[in-house]
């Protein structure tokens, strides 16, 4: 059973800096990681990606304030999010693969979601 669990979510002004994390089971080993978020009416879009080899890639809407990472031996994948905005307020969820695709925001390359963490941010 692979499982993901995210945390780090909660409420925080405009302006300010959350600390996303996401803790893979033993039993997976992930080639290719994202986030993605969702607000309520909102279709789902991709935050970030990185791969096996540490490559990432990001969405125009949060490069330059968002950096994505992956711990190894803690099997923790991160999102650090800065100079957070109100249009960030989504539900925030990880995203793995078992395949080693280089660093891709497309949805359809993830195999297994994490339940959510909700992030809101007040303006």
């Known amino acids: 059973q692979v499982q993901l669990v995210e945390s780090g979510g909660g409420s925080v002004q405009s302006g300010g800096s959350l600390r996303l994390s996401c803790v893979v089971s033993?039993?997976?080993?992930?080639?290719?990681m994202g986030w993605f978020r969702q607000a309520p009416g909102k279709q789902r879009e991709a935050v970030a990606a990185?791969?096996?080899?540490?490559?990432?890639r990001y969405a125009d809407s949060v490069r330059g304030r968002f950096t994505i990472s992956y711990d190894t031996t803690k099997r923790t994948l991160y999102l650090q999010m800065n100079l957070l905005n109100f249009d960030d307020t989504a539900m925030y969820h990880c995203?793995?693969?078992?395949?080693?695709?280089?660093?891709?925001?497309?949805?359809?390359?993830?195999?297994?979601w994490g339940p959510g963490t909700q992030v809101t941010v007040s303006s």
């Open positions: 990185i791969n096996h080899d540490n490559s990432a």
């Open positions: 033993d039993s997976f080993r992930p080639y290719l």
């Open positions: 995203a793995v693969s078992p395949r080693g695709w280089p660093p891709t925001l497309d949805s359809r390359y993830y195999n297994w």
